[in-house]
């Protein structure tokens, strides 16, 4: 969805679409991000221990070269970036390119060949997975350069600005994006690729799962816009220079947005903040409307204790004020290695989120207890929700278990059609509930979320998945208990006013996605809000 400050491209001789995945609009000379490392043709291998030393050096210099990277940056990518030195540094990998040497391929060869084998076991999983074993082919090329003795991969830095254009992009590569990176287009990815997540925290436009736009020559002017996936090829100067000059309209405005969620006639609306971390925290929001617990624990091969994880949350309760925390989503589909759950043959509809629980009561438990005392030692009352709740007995379940540690409002996030369609008895068992757009779209139409083809079926603003969301703010409504979004619909400045046209009372987002948000809500009155949500459902 465009921000609604947008209107279309005029002039322009070419045009290319992709999936918009964050908002803005920019325009600058395109240049072609390099390829991988080619190999040259195996070698004969004289000392096999000596290619296997040669493995470990160079999986070692990735883990550390990542490291490094993550220790100059903070937030999801600083997370994100560790947990890609654990799978440099994972001794399995390194076990598998020592086979291989031994067999008789050089370092270089034995380390293609050990991250090909890891990548389609994890594109043989399927969703979040499938997502991920496209950054096991960065480490490749990395790990591959440093056996060759040629320069790890990396970004183009041509001396002025830029739209960057690749095959797809790597973690390291988007968090070690400079200023000079105008916008992102890549002809791979989805909407919840690292691409994705990491351009909307930084508020930089990208469209992923762009055909053809690797084909454009390097240097010409090309328009991105991360709200419509629409991309203008051939640019004149003066074309160009209108978007900049918009682009620097949009930020001052955006710049002096402030103050609460609210319609033009004073309907309030909490506009609330994801984070994975205290490091994620910033100010213009009412608080936190989503705390992904799983994030601060994503590289860890033994489980936090008790004590980490007080330390953890006492950090964001003491800053944040209003929080809600999301209990570990945590499964096969994304997997925490400490929990060392079984490999299934779909995860995406297997133990994941409070699934967990029936297999691991212990770290619920755990939980639980560490944000309890949280709690107490900031004086703060957070509320705490648990994911991928679907039926009556697993919220009144949670509930109970939260209350016993004197948490005084349980919820469950709504992400599978069967909460939805219970969520009125639901509300009879938790204080709130806290709706998932991202999986809730994929549950509904069956359609995998990571799948970029299959985006018109993602699309929130389907009226399929607007009538369960309705459903659930009818429930709020009636039991007198606020029901929020928290999925990517909730940042997106044309489906917000829909999302409170439906009833619901909060927008958990991105931080860089409120002041658009507020900035949307404010143009329109609830009556208005509410008839866009009329005739989107019909």
């Given at each position: 969805m465009a921000d609604p400050g947008a209107g279309p491209w005029r002039?322009?001789?070419?045009?290319?679409t992709g999936l918009g995945v964050s908002q803005g609009r920019a325009a600058g000379p395109l240049i072609r991000m390099a390829g991988p490392p080619a190999l040259p043709a195996p070698r004969g291998v004289t000392d096999p221990g000596a290619e296997a030393a040669a493995i470990g050096k160079a999986l070692e210099a990735v883990a550390a070269d990542l490291n490094r990277r993550a220790a100059g940056t903070e937030g999801e990518a600083a997370e994100i970036l560790e947990a890609l030195a654990m799978i440099a540094d994972d001794p399995m990998l390194r076990e598998d390119a020592e086979a291989q040497a031994r067999e008789g391929l050089d370092a270089a060869h034995a380390l293609d060949a050990a991250f090909g084998r890891h990548r389609e076991a994890l594109a043989a999983l399927g969703g979040y997975l499938a997502e991920r074993a496209a950054d096991l082919d960065d480490l490749r090329h990395r790990a591959v350069a440093f056996a060759l003795d040629l320069p790890m991969p990396g970004l183009p830095a041509p001396g002025h600005p830029y739209v960057l254009v690749a095959e797809d992009l790597s973690p390291a590569d988007t968090a070690g994006l400079g200023p000079d990176v105008l916008a992102l287009v890549t002809e791979r990815g989805g909407p919840t690729s690292h691409t994705a997540i990491l351009a909307r925290a930084r508020g930089l436009p990208a469209v992923v799962a762009c055909a053809g736009a690797l084909a454009?020559?390097?240097g010409t002017v090309i328009g991105v816009d991360g709200g419509t996936g629409e991309i203008a090829v051939g640019l004149t100067a003066q074309e160009a220079a209108k978007v900049a000059e918009e682009g620097r309209a949009r930020a001052v405005r955006l710049a002096a947005s402030e103050g609460p969620g609210r319609t033009a006639d004073g309907h309030p609306v909490k506009l609330l903040h994801n984070v994975g971390s205290a490091a994620d925290l910033r100010p213009g929001a009412e608080g936190v409307g989503l705390f992904r617990t799983e994030?601060?624990?994503?590289?860890r091969k033994l489980a936090p204790s008790y004590e980490e994880q007080v330390s953890a949350y006492a950090e964001v309760f003491g800053q944040a004020g209003h929080v809600i925390v999301r209990t570990l989503d945590a499964g096969t589909d994304k997997p925490l290695p400490f929990l060392g759950l079984p490999e299934e043959q779909n995860p995406a509809l297997g133990v994941r989120g409070l699934r967990v629980d029936r297999l691991l009561p212990e770290v619920l438990d755990t939980q639980l207890d560490a944000i309890a005392a949280a709690a107490r030692q900031t004086g703060t009352?957070?509320?705490?929700?648990?994911?991928?709740?679907?039926?009556?007995?697993?919220?009144?379940?949670?509930?109970r278990r939260a209350r016993a540690r004197g948490i005084t409002q349980a919820g469950v996030m709504v992400e599978?059609?069967?909460?939805?369609?219970?969520?009125?008895?639901l509300l009879q068992e938790v204080d709130f509930l806290s709706i998932g757009t991202n999986d809730l779209a994929q549950y509904t139409f069956a359609a995998d979320r990571q799948h970029s083809a299959l985006a018109d079926l993602l699309d929130p603003s389907q009226p399929a998945l607007l009538e369960l969301i309705a459903m659930c703010a009818r429930a709020g409504r009636e039991a007198g208990k606020p029901v929020g979004v928290c999925g990517e619909a909730a940042g997106d400045p044309l489906l917000a006013p829909l999302l409170v046209g439906l009833g619901v009372t909060s927008l958990s987002m991105a931080p860089v996605c409120v002041p658009l948000v507020r900035e949307a809500l404010a143009r329109l009155t609830l009556e208005e809000c509410r008839e866009r949500a009329r005739a989107a459902l019909e």
């Open positions: 002039g322009t001789a070419g045009r290319l454009v020559p390097d994030f601060l624990f994503l590289d009352r957070p509320w705490v929700m648990a994911p991928m709740v679907t039926t009556l007995a697993e919220a009144s379940s949670f509930a599978v059609p069967a909460a939805a369609l219970h969520a009125a008895r």
